[in-house]
């Protein structure tokens, strides 16, 4: 599991359109990166992330080595009621990582 951040507000109104901010720790290595020893670093990327609220997908993102370390996210989404804000990436090798965050909505 990668260390995240993940900024969710604690409380929206019903209708109100809240930012979202996710950053994901990982060096996202191009393959094309070299050790201090001269050896080559190999690829190792994360290539889906997805969040979803209330069970309904709100954001799906491929990535591409040409990304920079450390991907941080930010969207907005309607809150509509109270519920879990899910997010889920995957890395090359078919590792699957979540977390999530409560929205509650007054």
């Known amino acids: ?6 900024l969710v507000p604690e409380t929206a109104k019903a209708g109100e359109s809240v930012e979202i901010r996710v950053m994901i720790m990982h060096p996202m290595d191009t ?13 190792d990327i ?6 979803t609220y209330l069970d309904e997908e709100v954001v799906h ?3 591409a080595p ?7 996210f930010s969207f907005r989404l309607r809150a509509e009621r109270t519920g879990t804000v899910a997010f889920r990436w995957v890395d090359q090798h078919g590792a699957v990582t979540t977390d999530d965050a409560t929205l509650t909505v007054t």
């Open 61 to 63: 993102i491929r990535l």
């Open 46 to 51: 994360i290539t889906d992330f997805t969040c």
């Open 31 to 43: 393959g094309f990166t070299f050790t201090t020893q001269g050896e080559r670093i190999p690829v």
């Open 1 to 6: 599991m990668f260390n995240t951040r993940i």
């Open 66 to 72: 040409g990304l920079s370390a450390n991907p941080l």
